[in-house]
């Protein structure tokens, strides 16, 4: 069973920068691919970012291409979301969610085939 934990959300200003970090305690053991979700109140779950498990493929919803920049780091099993240049638009609860990928470069968009999700964390784009 693979857990995950976020961290890193927060209140920001517009324009500013904000990374979020998730914390996969078996990143390095299997191989997972790797998402950002997030939900806003009274809104449905987005699709933000993806990554392979090799971290050479990712993906990005055209409202953060450009902005949003996802990372991993194995070998501490985490996956990183660098959002820089944040609107209020962005301000939502983020969740990373995992998949087992059998793929190096394999890239999941679909939420209902992600297995492991984590609590969440709140960004909060504001001045």
């Known amino acids: 069973q693979l857990q995950l934990v976020e961290s890193g959300g927060g209140l920001v200003q517009p324009g500013g920068s904000l990374r979020l970090s998730c914390v996969g305690d078996?990143?390095?053991?299997?191989?997972?691919?790797v998402g950002w979700f997030r939900q806003a109140p009274g809104e449905e779950r987005e699709g933000v970012s993806f990554?392979?498990?090799?971290?050479?493929?990712?993906h990005y919803a055209d409202s953060v291409k450009g902005r949003f920049t996802i990372s991993r780091d194995n070998a501490k099993n985490t996956v990183y979301l660098e959002m820089n240049n944040v609107k209020p638009d962005d301000t939502a609860v983020y969740y990373c969610a995992a998949v087992v990928s059998y793929y190096a470069d394999y890239i999941e968009t679909n939420p209902r085939l992600y297995d492991y999700w984590g609590q969440g964390t709140q960004v909060t784009v504001s001045s």
């Open positions: 078996g990143f390095t053991r299997d191989y997972y691919a």
């Open positions: 990554i392979s498990r090799s971290g050479d493929a990712t």
